[in-house]
């Protein structure tokens, strides 16, 4: 019925062996060889507990015999007083070993109910000592690449004040340029077509005139240039210098991108993880805890009869005292047996229809416990490759640059396309 009952080894031993000396008193002293025999028997079971269980009823219907049979012939068995007494002192062992195995049983169901405390005790070292590590490292990578983004950002709009800058410039000497030096006149200077009929002196004062012509465009050409190239030089230079530094910001953003995502995959596993051995604790801990009452209530139930067979045996043994039928000891005066047969047989009824208290056995079950439960849901949104995910739209789109825009695209002409993104951050490195 059990599949260990070892603590019975050392409690119960000592109450049978004590049964024992009463087997000796009632060999010495009485004719009832079936009581004998009986109190000898429980000797031979040992400590188990079911076997007790059958002893202790098995002395039980022993006694029942001899009240039988003294009231069907109306006469009395021999029972020494010394027998009596080591025979109710066995039954209060019996009772008090199972007082303690009551409070044993509490014990023990309080122990496998335990065992869902030891979960949330791993679950909690693991979130410290493991999970709470790459919190913080993801979070610091988180920001490093936050930080790293805006800088870039701050870069890329640099670059963009600097190109318009740029243009600006350029388009401010384009329309200063002198007339001159714009075609079609740029190509004519100097050249003019000598007319038809064109005398020497004329000749002369053309060439004369073209010579001033070009000698006047190049001054105004050095005053343009003086006015404005050092301006187109310098904005061209620093807008140089801008994208230089937007492009060299942009590799070291997408590094701590890849950075960040790889700790927050470390991150999620190890909580995944944590999660999963908590759950797993908790289901072994619940097997073991079901199969544990399981096994508790069976040997309550039986411990219970074995309470109900003592309180039995107790009962006959005090009709057995009341009816007078004890032996005395050598010298004493015997006792009377009842006077009415009747009466001892309303009294045996008594003990057979005895229903002794076994609530104090009841053992207490402490509510069960369910354990904590793990909260994964900080890695429920995860690096996933593409532009339209979760993580995209939660970790980068408020990321946005100021300025989403390109010089010029070689496939198609266009400047300051709005559409263009920024690079790097649409490479998520999935987990």
Same mark, same amino acid.
């Given at each position: ?28 002293? /009485? ?29 039980? *219907? ?36 199972? =007082?303690?195995?009551?409070? !044993? ?6 122990? !496998? ?6 979960? +949330? ?7 410290? =000592? ?22 870039? +950002?701050?870069?890329? +709009? ?13 388009? $401010? ?5 002198? !007339? ?14 000598? #007319? ?33 190239? !050092? ?44 999660? +999963? ?21 069976? $040997? ?57 208290? /076994? ?9 069960? $416990? ?27 789109? #408020? ?23 920024? *690079? ?8």
């Amino acid at each position: 019925m059990f599949a260990d009952f070892t603590r019975y080894r050392l409690t119960m031993v000592k109450t049978l062996c004590v049964l024992s000396i009463a087997s000796l008193a009632l060999a010495k002293t /009485t004719t009832d060889s079936q009581v004998m025999l009986q109190v000898a028997n429980l000797k031979q079971h040992g400590a188990l507990h079911t076997n007790l269980q059958n002893g202790v009823q098995s002395l039980q *219907s022993r006694m029942e015999s001899m009240i039988e049979q003294a009231v069907s012939t109306g006469t009395n068995p021999n029972l020494s007083q010394a027998a009596y007494d080591i025979m109710l002192g066995a039954i209060q062992q019996i009772e008090d070993e199972l =007082d303690k195995e009551k409070t !044993a049983n509490d014990k023990d169901y309080s122990d !496998a109910n335990n065992k869902i405390d030891e979960c +949330d005790t791993k679950l909690d070292n693991a979130l410290s =000592d493991q999970v709470q590590p790459w919190i913080d490292k993801s979070t610091k990578s988180g920001d490093a690449h936050k930080d790293c983004r805006a800088a870039e +950002d701050n870069l890329n +709009d640099d670059e963009f004040k600097k190109h318009t800058a740029m243009t600006g410039a350029d388009d $401010k000497a384009t329309k200063a340029k002198p !007339a001159c030096l714009k075609s079609p006149k740029c190509s004519k200077l100097g050249a003019s077509t000598a #007319p038809t009929g064109e005398t020497a002196a004329e000749k002369v004062q053309r060439e004369l005139q073209n010579a001033k012509d070009v000698r006047d465009c190049l001054i105004k050409a050095r005053e343009w240039s003086n006015g404005h190239e !050092a301006a187109v030089a310098a904005a061209n230079k620093a807008f140089d210098d801008a994208k230089k530094a937007a492009n060299t910001k942009a590799p070291l953003c997408d590094d701590d991108q890849k950075q960040y995502e790889s700790d927050f995959c470390d991150y999620r596993l190890i909580l995944t993880t944590s999660c +999963d051995n908590q759950q797993t604790c908790i289901d072994d801990a619940v097997k073991v805890r079901t199969a544990e009452k399981v096994r508790l209530e069976e $040997k309550e139930k039986a411990e219970k009869l074995i309470l109900k067979s003592c309180a039995k045996v107790r009962c006959y043994m005090e009709i057995i005292k009341d009816a007078g039928i004890i032996k005395r000891e050598v010298g004493d005066a015997q006792r009377q047996p009842y006077s009415d047969p009747d009466a001892l047989k309303t009294a045996y009824g008594n003990c057979q229809e005895l229903d002794s208290d /076994t609530n104090k056995l009841n053992i207490a079950w402490a509510t069960d $416990k369910v354990g904590k439960t793990c909260d994964d849901t900080p890695v429920g949104t995860f690096p996933v490759k593409g532009t339209d995910t979760e993580w995209y739209k939660e970790q980068y789109v #408020p990321l946005a640059p100021k300025n989403q825009w390109m010089e010029e695209d070689s496939t198609n002409g266009d400047e300051k396309d709005p559409s263009y993104p920024r *690079s790097g951050i649409e490479g998520v490195s999935e987990c």
